[in-house]
Structures are given as C-alpha cells and as structure tokens.
C-alpha cells in the first residue's frame, strides 16, 4: 500500500507541480493564428522541387521579412514535399509582407527596344507587303479495288492585289488582348506597361524590351537611401565586378542613340514589373557608366520610401530560386481568434463538467478518481503542449483544440471500461481488492488495443494530410499517448488505493455499492 | 429492479443478434437515404478550402444588407458571390470564386467601407483551386491507407472477420454522416473532414471494446453455446459501458455543438460539431447493431460454428428445459485460469 501511495503522490505531484510550474515561468501553449489573430499563408513551389531549393528559399524569405519589418514573430518553414508555410501573427499590413515573402524578386537590367505612348492595346506591327497569294486546288482521285472515287474541284486561284496590308507577328508569351506579356523570361524580348512621366504629367506607356544583359546574382549589395539634393529615395546598387562591365557594356550601348531615342533607356524590371526605366544621360561617354554602381530612383513620398525599402529587401537577398504560387491566404482577425478561442474553451468546460456529473453520478467514490484522473491528464496535456511549443516552435490550432476536446471523450473511456471492468469481476464473485487487480489487467488490454487504433490513426493522418488535419492529428496523438500513460501510471494505483479504503465496500459511495 | 438497474448489473436481454435483420433494414434504409440525397442534391456542398475561392468574414457594425454587399460584389466585377449574414446581421460572410490579387484587394477594401470596418477586422480566407484539390486528395489517400492499416492491425490483434466488420460499421458511419451532410446541404470544409476521421477513431474504439468482449467470451462459453449466443451475451454485458462511453462523448461533443451554434456563433466548430454528433451517434448503434450482428452471421456461416449449432438445436429438441443455455456468470471469464487464453476454437474433432 506504501508503495502504491507514494507512486500515486509522485504522480499527482509532478502532473500538477509541473504545469503550475511552466504556467508561473510564463510558459504557456503557444496558440496557432485561428486563435490569436494573423495571416497564415501556404506557398507551394512546382512539383518535384529539390528539398535543398526549398530551405534555401525559406530562407531569402526569412531575411527579407526581417529586412521589411512591421512583423513579430514570422514563421516560416517548409510543410510537406513542396510547400511553404508562412506564419504571420499581428501583422498590420499583410499584403506588404506577403509581398515581401513571395515575391519571386527577379531583378533583371534591359535595353529598350521600342516604347509607344498610350494605353494597353492589342500588339500590332504594321508593316508594309505586297503579297500574292496563289492557291491551286487540283483534281484528286482515288482508286480502291473496282470502285473508283473520283472528287474533283475546280482550280481555284485566291490572288490579292498588292498593296499595304496588316500582318499581326504575335511573340510567344504575349497576351494578343492586350498586347502585354504575360510570362516574364529575362532571355526573351517583352512588352510590359510602365508608366512615365512625360512634361511633368504621368502618361502611361508600352515599352518593348530585350533580354535581360543583368541579373539579380550581379547585384552585390542593395541600399535604400534619401538623395536630399533632389528629394528623392533611391535604392544604390553595387554590382558585382562581371556585373559592372554588363553594365558598361549595357550603358555604353544606349549612349549610341541620341538623347531622345526611346533605345537610350535602360529598363529596370522586377518580376515582370518595370521599376524604372530612365535614359542613360547625355554626360555618359562612350564607354558607358562604369565603376559598378547603379541606382533606382523612385519618388518622394512616404510610399515610394517604403517601395525602396522593399526593393532593396528583394534585390539584397537574390531572387527566389523558384516560383511560388500562393495557394492558400488565411487572415483570422484579432478578434475572431479570440472569439474562437473563448469559444473552444467554453465548450471545453462545458463538457468537462457535464461529463465530470456523469461520472460522479454513475461511479460515485470511482468517479471521483477518475475526475482526478481527468485533471492529472489534462495538467500533462498542457505541460506537453506547452513545452512542444517553447522548444518546438507547436502552436495549439482550433483543430488541435477540437482533438483535445475530443481526446476528453476517449480519456472518460477508459476509466469507464476499467471501471466497468472492476464492477462486472465484483458481479462475478471477486473481493472488491481482487477485482481492482484483475480488473485492470483485462481493462488495460483492451485500452491498449482501442488506443493503438486511435494512435494509428494520428500517426498516418499527421504524415498524409495537409493543413488543418494535421494540428487535429499531431493534438490527438499526444492526447492518447498520454491518456496511456495516465491509465498506467495513476487510473491502476488510485483504484487500487480506493479499493483498500473503507470505501471499497461499505455506504453508498464505495465500489461494491456502484456494482447493486 | 428496473431497466437502468439491470443495464448497469449487465443482466439485459436483448436479441441483438435474432433481430438483426431489423437492424440491418434500418441501416440499409438510413444507407439508401444518403445515396438518393447525394443524388438529388448533386453531391457534397464543397467549401473554398477544396474548390478554390475568397471568403471574406467579419462584423457588421454599419449593419449592411445583403443587397449592400451584393452592389459592392458586382461593381468590382464579381459575379455568384454567395453572401450571408450570420448572427442576426451582426456578422456576415462573403464567398466568390478565386480572384486575382488586384480583384480581390479592390472587394476587400469595397467590403471593409460598406460594413464600417477597417481592414484588418476582416478575416479572409483564399484558396487556390489546386491546393483544396490537394487537400481533399490527401485527405483521401490518408483515409484509404488508415482503412488498411486498421483492418492489418484488428487481423493482427483479434481476427479477419471482427476486422472486417469494424470497417463496414465504420463505412456505415461515415455514409450516414454524410448523408446528413448531403441533406441538409451544409457546407463540408477541413473541419468536417477532421470531423469523420474522429468518428472513424471513436467508431473503431468502440468496435474494438465490444469485439475484446467477445473474443474473451468466446474463450469462456466458446464450447457450450452458439456463436450468436456468445454475442449477445458479450454485448449485454458491455452495452452499459457503450451507451456510458457514447454518453460522455456526446456530451463533450453535444457542448462544442451548443455553444458553437448559440453561444458564441463560432462556425467552425458548428461545422466540427454537427459532423461529430452524428458520427457518434451512428458509431454507437453501428457497434451494437451492425458490427457484432454481422459479425455473428459471418462466424455462424463457419462450418465448426455452424455444427455446433445443429447440436445445441438437437439438444433443445430433447430437452427444451436447456433453452436457457448455462448460466452466464458475468465475469467470471476473468478467472485467471481461463483469462488469459487465447481464443480456443469450437473443438475441431467434432466438427466434421
């Protein structure tokens, strides 16, 4: 009995001690965004994307968060074969940090080949042909076995006169509506929409460019910066040495058109968006700009700074090594989270409660024990959630909170098949003290069994599935590891405990009476 | 000594298995039912999380209408945007199909101004068509590779055939949940997927209790009476602790339900709930009422079983006074002498 008290005591002391003692260092489960408000954002990369290219996006993605600011706490990490998972919490301005994070970021330096004022429209090159068409049909026929088929069509001839007609010379990748590019590729021309400033105004403009001659890896360094002399905000690139004679050479060819030419610009494009696109200026010499240093100018409000900053952010840590498409955006607002939270706890007592009148109800002095038994699970539950997520980075999602909720169920279990278990040896003719012992031998077999099934569950659900799945998976595989543990270590010496008090046998409280 | 008395001492005597053709019929119609409601509906009302889309939520201060959110919707160029108002109009929800970046940027800023709130009060969800087809897809093949492992394990730990009649209860539960699912038309999202592999956890659990019961029975009375028999002496002494067990589930279940739906207005685990409480419903007659039947039919098929049948009716003919069978002495199985077993097979000489 000594020994049974003192291992029921070191139990109690440590499920409860150890909880009270995280919760009063401030350790607590750290709670997923549905419950605390935030941006949640699954990227997914083409399939068959290395492991290698994805951690090293992750992390380009993590230094530039860090770069842009204005976030606490982002989480990145890779989920399953070829997605990212980015977690957001209280972030003011989500679109500027998804931005930030998924943005490809390819930076690419390219000539201007052509620019046409004006509006987006369909892509015409107007070219001037004399053509004449000559279709000759002839007679075809055809023989099989004895019967002859003969089809005959008169010769046609389609001539059209000569003169000036419109041939349509679409490029690949060019969307024929609107005559822009759809799909930017650094080694092909492209027509992208800009717009420019023209005799003070903003006019917008189609520019057609050629391939790109530098790159985003060219780029050493990209600093965001004010030029009080013209109070503008710049980004200043320094590029690196083979960057630098690109961009001489890049520059020195602009220099041969005259300062009005639309082929003396140079078209800066990120992601298929044209930053900038300003001309080479009339004192660069025939050599082009050398030195390795360029820079982008933006305006003077406090938009264009924070554009420059996130510029810089992209150009300074490189371009991802894949495109990422986002598959999935989840914003929970403060409140929601909160909402959900309260709720899932409400329900969450709720139901304790109910269940903890059930089993007082049915089980009497038993019950009691088992809702000890419930608090000693549940101090383990949150220890555990809470340890996973100091150390794991395990965030408790409403998922997760609906797997322990639902675990709660499966813990009453198995007090009730041990319990019923003692009542029916008891029936049987056992002593009170035999029947816990028996008892939990033939109860604990079928807990195990019942439990590995619930266990094999959370263990594949947790490897196959994606997204919310696996918070309620991974919740309700520790909930059942521990109801396991719980059921060995503290349901078997409290029972038996019970059964060498007085109230293993006598008032209406005790197990026999339970068993009328 | 009234019924709750003789359920709580196990001395029920319910026909589980003589009556299992009404069992079955019940199921079979509750089946039927499912499969003509998916029918008639066209299938499952699939949430965003699996056909791709925008679903903006959020409060309602300026207490707009439906028709103010729908002029918000079509001037952005939006077209069958499903919009509600929960809560009595103190919330609402707006879901489209998937937009572009700049579309979406545009509704979300029309919706912020037309319900009086700022950005960030609003939640959004959006999802890419081919990442729900991912999650459905997963969620599949983890169902379909649970269902193996499951059916391997039960072989391993009890037998081929108590497998085989947990997966058809479970099969059973599930249809039934969706089935509810397709007639009331609510939509299915993650949470309702998370939902039915609960029920499948809670089905099984609850299969494998009373089947342990049996396969322990059958080591104790597996020479005097008929597999049938057997079950339905297993099941009345454990159908205290199944309705017990389903009881508290219920209950925890019933409470995210409740205050899901009255309290709170918490949709997600409106969504988790409704799902569950049917699941744990239909788990808790499926074990009782379609797993351990079937189960009985298919051993009592078994030639041994089937001789040991024709040789207790013989007996019966002789001496009616035998009906009852031996005493079932409840627990007593327990006995160290017999517990630990393993199921013995009805004596194999005799048998042919």
């Given at each position: 009995?000594?020994?049974?008290l003192i291992g029921l005591v070191l139990v109690l002391v440590l499920a409860w001690g150890g909880v009270g003692l ?350 000890i038994?419930?608090t000693v699970?549940?101090s383990i539950?949150?220890a ?105 270590a503290y ?26 | ?352």
């Open positions: 009995v000594r020994r049974r995280l919760l009063a260092n401030g350790i607590t489960p750290k709670l997923g965004l549905d419950l605390q408000g935030g941006t949640s954002v699954v990227l997914t990369a083409p399939a068959g994307t290395d492991e290698e290219v994805l951690e090293q996006a992750v992390e380009i993605m993590r230094a530039r968060i860090e770069e842009v600011g204005g976030v606490q706490e982002p989480e990145i990490a890779i989920s399953g074969s070829n997605t990212v998972l980015v977690q957001l919490p209280g972030v003011e301005d989500e679109q500027r940090a998804l931005d930030a994070i998924g943005q490809t970021g390819q930076l690419s330096f390219r000539p201007v080949l052509d620019a046409i004022f004006g509006d987006v429209g369909p892509l015409v090159t107007t070219t001037t042909t004399s053509t004449t068409t000559t279709t000759t049909a002839g007679t075809s026929t055809t023989a099989t076995g004895d019967s002859t088929t003969t089809s005959s069509t008169a010769p046609t001839t389609t001539t059209s006169e000569p003169g000036p007609t419109t041939t349509t010379t679409l490029p690949p990748n060019v969307d024929p509506v609107t005559g822009l590019t759809t799909e930017d590729d650094p080694n092909l021309d492209a027509y992208l929409q800009t717009i420019t400033s023209f005799l003070g105004q903003a006019v917008p403009e189609v520019i057609h460019v050629g391939p790109a001659s530098l790159v985003g890896s060219d780029v050493a360094d990209a600093i965001p910066g004010f030029d009080p002399s013209r109070a503008l905000w710049v980004v200043n690139l320094d590029l690196t040495s083979e960057g630098a004679d690109k961009f001489a050479e890049l520059t020195a060819n602009a220099v041969t058109f005259p300062v009005d030419s639309p082929q003396r610009r140079i078209a800066i494009v990120l992601d298929g968006e044209v930053v900038a696109s300003p001309g080479v200026s009339q004192d660069v010499g025939a050599e082009g700009i050398t030195g390795g240093e360029a820079q982008i100018t933006f305006g003077g409000s406090a938009e264009d700074e924070q554009q420059a900053r996130d510029v810089a952010a992209l150009l300074r840590y490189g371009s991802l090594p894949v495109a990422f498409e986002r598959s999935q955006v989840q914003k929970v607002s403060a409140t929601l989270g909160e909402d959900s939270l309260r709720a899932g706890l409400l329900a969450g007592y709720i139901g304790l409660a109910l269940v903890a009148i059930l089993l007082i109800v049915y089980y009497r002095a038993m019950g009691v024990v088992s809702i038994g419930l699970f549940g539950l949150v555990v959630f809470a340890l996973l997520g100091e150390y794991q980075g395990l965030t408790l999602t409403l998922a997760g909170v609906t797997g322990v909720i639902v675990s709660i169920g499966i813990t009453a279990d198995s007090y009730i098949v041990y319990i019923e278990r003692v009542k029916e040896e008891i029936r049987g003719g056992r002593t009170v003290r035999s029947a816990a012992d028996e008892g939990f031998k033939q109860a604990f077999r079928t807990i195990l069994t019942a439990d590995a099934v619930s266990l094999l569950g959370a263990v594949l659900l947790f490897f196959l599935s994606v997204g919310p799945v696996k918070g309620f998976a991974l919740a309700l595989g520790i909930a059942t590891l521990i109801d396991l543990f719980v059921v060995r349901t078997r010496r409290a029972i038996w405990l019970l059964a060498h008090t007085p109230l293993a046998d006598r008032g209406p409280l005790s197990i026999r009476a339970t068993t009328q | 000594v009234n019924l709750w008395q003789r359920l709580n001492r196990g001395e029920t005597k319910v026909d589980f298995v003589g009556k299992r053709q009404i069992w079955f019929r019940m199921s079979m119609l509750a089946i039927g039912l499912t499969l003509i409601a998916l029918v008639i509906r066209g299938g499952l009302n699939l949430g965003i999380e699996f056909e791709g889309g925008v679903s903006v939520t959020g409060p309602n201060p300026a207490a707009a209408t439906v028709e103010d959110f729908r002029a918000v919707t079509v001037a952005t160029g939006v077209e069958d945007a499903v919009i509600q108002l929960i809560n009595d109009g103190e919330g609402f929800r707006v879901q489209t199909i998937a937009l572009d970046p700049e579309t979406e940027d545009t509704l979300l800023d029309g919706i912020a101004e037309v319900s009086g709130n700022e950005r960030p009060d609003l939640s959004i969800d959006a999802v890419g068509p081919s990442f729900g087809a991912l999650i459905l897809r997963q969620s599949l093949i983890a169902l379909v590779v649970f269902l193996l492992a499951v059916t391997l394990f039960m072989t391993w730990r009890l037998e081929l055939k108590m497998a085989l009649a947990g997966i058809a209860a479970l099969v059973h539960d599930l249809l039934l949940t969706t089935g509810v699912y397709a007639l009331t038309g609510f939509e299915v999202t993650p949470a309702t997927v998370v939902a039915l592999l609960t029920i499948l956890g809670y089905s099984l659990y609850d299969t494998v209790v009373v089947f342990e019961k049996i396969r322990e029975m059958v080591g104790q009375y597996g020479d005097r009476l008929t597999y049938s028999e057997v079950v339905n002496r297993s099941m009345n002494l454990v159908l205290s602790r199944s309705l017990n067990t389903s009881l508290t589930s219920l209950l925890t279940v019933g409470s995210i339900l409740f205050v899901g739906s009255f309290v709170l207005g918490a949709t997600t685990l409106e969504d988790f709930a409704l799902a569950l409480f049917v699941g744990l419903a239909a788990s808790t007659y499926s074990s009782i009422f379609v797993a351990a039947p079937l189960l009985a039919t298919w051993k009592e098929k078994e030639e041994a079983w089937a001789h040991r049948r024709r040789k207790i009716e013989a007996k019966l003919r002789v001496d009616p006074a035998a009906a009852e069978g031996p005493v079932a002495k409840p627990g007593a199985g327990a006995a160290p002498r017999v517990a630990n077993r393993p199921a013995p097979r009805p004596p194999k000489k005799r048998a042919r």
